[in-house]
């Protein structure tokens, strides 16, 4: 009678061992804004128990009162959920998405772990955290958690070979999906992405997460860590833009051909778009500005395009209008523009988009036009004094 009940005892367990099976997912970029970097999250399947769960990292609280003003000042947290697998995947069904499963060989003890720390991380005391897109994200927490929880699996990263910098790998994802974003983005962050990225590093991003998985080992089983490898959903092209006439460099090409064309003219109507290009350019270096010195988003540090996008155009600018450039003035903002042109890309501080470099070259040419107006004015009124 024992040795019966110690044998349905093992058949009970190695059954329930059996059903129980994690994974990583990784599912692709897509067309919209949120998406184009990717996602990362961790699924949880025990056939004897029904279930198909998964853990995302990606969530945060549309309903806050204060979320706009949190993911400005870069105070943002997420939150980890559990869902249905059936529901998570609707979204990537019908957004075309492509998703990938890595079943990942766990011994009991480091699913039971892993387990436990999810659902406790799931509580509502636990579940949020302060996101950080390089540092602290969904794809970075998974390799974290593993890490953390699971004793024995040796995580293994791929070799930043070609030495990306954070910058570099940005534009990778975001250059030809969201080309107008990916501008916007290297605008905003400042010299912290220009530094190489680690190999670790390189799993800020999911795809990376997919290459780890494959290059890692447990050694609590001696097996290699991803056991089994699924397309769930099909790969598919993006639906990029690639005309040419559309892209950031193209616009701020003219931008600054303009810039260099109407400086040379008195032209009020000329004169007058000038001086208001120059007011909103100098409203955006305003907002990199606070980007920089008023929010805790550690990426827009340091950051040199607020010396060609200078906070200093806006007073150019209602300058320019009323046809009183002052020397002096126009003097120190040329000289900063310049300097932006070299400290940046050419000294190696910080890299520059092709778009972003035209507009400076622009605006050095109209700032010459205004340090030679200014000197001339001042010269006039020494004569007549």
Not at 308 to 327: A, D, E, R, S, T
Not at 369 to 385: F, H, L, P
């Amino acid at each position: 009678m024992v040795l019966k009940k110690l044998i349905l005892a093992l058949v009970f367990v190695s059954l329930n061992l059996y059903s129980q099976q994690f994974s990583i997912l990784t599912c692709d970029q897509g067309d919209e804004v949120y998406s184009t970097f990717g996602h990362s999250a961790i699924r949880y399947q025990d056939s004897f128990q029904g279930i198909d769960w998964v853990y995302n990292y990606g969530l945060f609280d549309f309903s806050d009162p204060k979320f706009i003003p949190k993911f400005c000042l870069g105070k943002l947290d997420y939150m980890v959920g559990k869902q249905d697998m059936s529901s998570f995947m609707a979204d990537y069904e019908y957004n075309g998405r492509r998703v990938e499963d890595q079943q990942i060989n766990l011994t009991k003890g480091q699913s039971d772990s892993l387990l436990r720390f999810l659902e406790w991380n799931i509580l509502d005391e636990n579940k949020f955290y302060r996101y950080d897109f390089l540092f602290n994200n969904c794809a970075t927490r998974i390799i974290d958690i593993l890490e953390q929880n699971c004793a024995g699996v040796n995580l293994k990263f791929a070799k930043n070979i070609q030495r990306y910098t954070f910058r570099q790998l940005i534009h990778q994802n975001a250059m030809t999906s969201v080309p107008w974003i990916d501008w916007g983005m290297d605008l905003g962050i400042g010299m912290p992405a220009d530094r190489v990225a680690s190999d670790r590093e390189l799993c800020f991003l999911p795809s990376y997460i997919s290459q780890a998985m494959n290059l890692s080992t447990n050694k609590a089983n001696g097996l290699k860590l991803v056991g089994k490898t699924q397309e769930l959903l099909p790969n598919r092209s993006l639906a990029a833009n690639n005309l040419w006439i559309f892209k950031p460099a193209f616009f701020a090409l003219i931008c600054g051909l303009l810039f260099f064309v109407f400086g040379r003219f008195e032209r009020k109507f000329l004169k007058n778009t000038v001086g208001t290009i120059c007011i909103l350019m100098g409203i955006g270096g305003l907002v990199l500005s606070f980007l920089w010195f008023c929010t805790e988003h550690s990426v827009t540090k340091n950051n040199l395009n607020v010396l060609w996008m200078n906070p200093l155009l806006l007073i150019l600018g209602f300058q320019i209008l009323k046809n009183k450039v002052k020397y002096e003035f126009a003097v120190f903002l040329h000289i900063c523009l310049i300097a932006s042109f070299f400290l940046g890309p050419i000294l190696d501080f910080q890299e520059f988009s092709t778009a972003s470099r035209w507009l400076n070259i622009g605006l050095v040419f109209l700032t010459t036009r205004c340090v030679i107006k200014g000197w001339r004015v001042r010269e006039s009124i020494k004569t007549n004094i």
